[in-house]
Every structure is written in C-alpha cells, then in structure tokens.
C-alpha cells in the first residue's frame, strides 16, 4: 500500500490558503474561495491529481501529515478532490466520529466492528467521495478496511457465475430513500453495476436484509444477494487494511469501495468524517 505525506511546505501552503477566508462561516462562498485558492498552488494541485488517480486505481488513498484539527485546510484539501457536502453527513462538513454509547442507533458512534458497506446509500446519487480525517485513534482496533467494487464482481462472477452479477446490476434492490432533493420512500435501484471499465456498488447489508423481508425478491435476485453476502462477508485476498494514525486522512472512492472498520479497542478515538461530489459529477451539491 503506497501513501502519500504533505511535507511541511505543504502543510505552511494550506495555512496560507486557509487564511483567505479567516473570520467567514465555511458556506458555499467560502468553500468556492478555499477551492480556488488551493488550485493555484502548484504542489497542492498535484498532490490532488495524485489522490485522484489512486483512488481510481486502489479505490482509496491515505494522505499523511494532514492537518486533521482545522476546518479550513480540510476542506481547501478536499476541495482539491472533491466539492464538500453537508446534506447526508449529518447536515455539517465535519461529522465526528466518536464511541458514545453502546446503545448508539448508528454502528459507527459504538466501539464495534462496522462490516463492509457503502456510505449514503440513502441518497438519490450517494456521495462519490468519503473522507476520515484522524484527530486521535484507539490504543488498538478501528483498522479502516477497504474492497474495491472490481475485486467484488470478480468473485461474485467466481462464486455465483455471469447470471447472479447481471441481476446485481439490475434496478430491484430496495432502499432507503432520504434526499433533500429527491424526497423521502422507498427507491428501487441496481446494488453492482458496470460503469464501462468500473465497476459502482451500493450496500449497506443491515438495510438490505430489513427491507427485503417487506419487499420481496424473485429467486434469481435473492441468490445473488446471497452470493454478494457470501463475498462481503469473505473478501479474502482483496481486502486492504489500514490503521490511521493522528494527521491521517484516508479518502475512498465511495462508488467504486466498500470500506469497513474493525472493532475499536481502548482508548480514546475520534474521527472527522466528511463526504462529497467527485469534481466531474454534475450531480454534486455544495452546502
């Protein structure tokens, strides 16, 4: 696993971005300006092709020595990727990711192991980018796990053979529908679906095993699911694991991955999570 770590000019470079827009709320105005300010750097500006390009060839990259703790230089860093969104990460840029209680409705504020999944799956168009930025880690556990949606339909092909991954990219899987745009149901759409060369994937296995009890599914699709499950649950040899550190930021492909994390041990942890909208999609939205 390669990464990538901002050198100290780097880091002296995105305090200078931030600076434009010292004393503004981070609003649409103020992300526009972060944006346009870091792509003149020449450095910054490559450092975010290169993040592109490994999140297209790995579906995620680790970014070291990133300054987790301030708002601004987080988002002029992402910006360079992505265009931030607050719809559907808790309406803020910044959602913090913390064990709070072992009762928490949401999987990621508990201590325990968060399988394979994708974010935002509730939306019309989910998120294309997820990004965790690391403040502090446990002592031990939270490892970030990482499947490419490719290595998925290759052992899907393997296990259930061509017809079970034709009737994953086929628009009968039931979810969540909880868009601002789009409004709130119950929307029927393909789970794995080739995108050209790529492949997209969007799963959540806790969602979908609630509603295909009340929406039901013809044979042929529930043993593809069952296959897809199978795969998720086993991903073998495709699967990266990543242990993030303080300064760590790990950026995944949210459309091309599915991402994971083991249980987290003691110790204090908090993570700062933050979506978005991959620069070429003209489905982004900016808060």
């Known amino acids: 696993m390669s990464e990538i770590c901002l050198s100290e000019a780097d880091r002296r470079e995105l305090a200078e971005v931030a600076s434009v827009v010292v004393g503004w709320s981070l609003d649409g105005p103020s992300i526009e300006a972060l944006r346009e300010r870091a792509g003149q750097s020449e450095s910054l500006r490559s450092i975010g092709l290169d993040v592109r390009r490994r999140m297209r060839e790995d579906g995620f990259a680790l970014v070291k020595n990133v300054p987790c703790s301030e708002d601004a230089e987080l988002v002029a860093f992402l910006g360079l990727i992505a265009i931030p969104s607050a719809p559907g990460n808790g309406d803020t840029l910044f959602f913090d990711i ?3 209680s072992s009762r928490s409705d949401d999987v990621s504020g508990t201590s325990a192991e968060f399988p394979l999944h994708t974010d935002s799956t509730f939306f019309s168009v ?3 980018v997820l990004a965790l930025a690391c403040v502090r880690n446990s002592d031990s556990g939270g490892e970030s796990i990482i499947v490419r949606a490719a ?9 259930g053979g061509a017809d079970a991954l034709a009737a994953l990219g086929d628009q009968v899987y039931p979810f969540y529908l909880r868009d601002p745009l789009f409004g709130h149901g119950i929307q029927l759409v393909p789970i794995l679906v080739a995108d050209g060369d790529e492949w997209c994937i969007r799963y959540r296995g806790d969602i979908l095993a609630k509603l295909t009890e009340r ?10 699911l069952s296959v897809l499950n199978q795969v998720v649950a086993e991903p073998e040899s495709g699967a990266v694991q990543v242990r993030l550190e303080t300064d760590d930021l790990i950026i995944v492909d949210n459309r091309r991955a599915l991402h994971a994390r083991t249980a987290l041990g003691p110790g204090e942890r908090r993570l700062r999570r933050m979506k978005g909208y991959s620069l070429d999609n003209s489905a982004w939205r900016i808060i």
């Open 215 to 224: 929406f039901e599914l013809d044979e042929v699709h529930r043993h593809a």
């Open 126 to 128: 989910p998120h294309d």
């Open 151 to 159: 290595d998925v339909a290759d052992r899907v092909r393997a296990i």
């Open 98 to 100: 913390s064990p709070s």
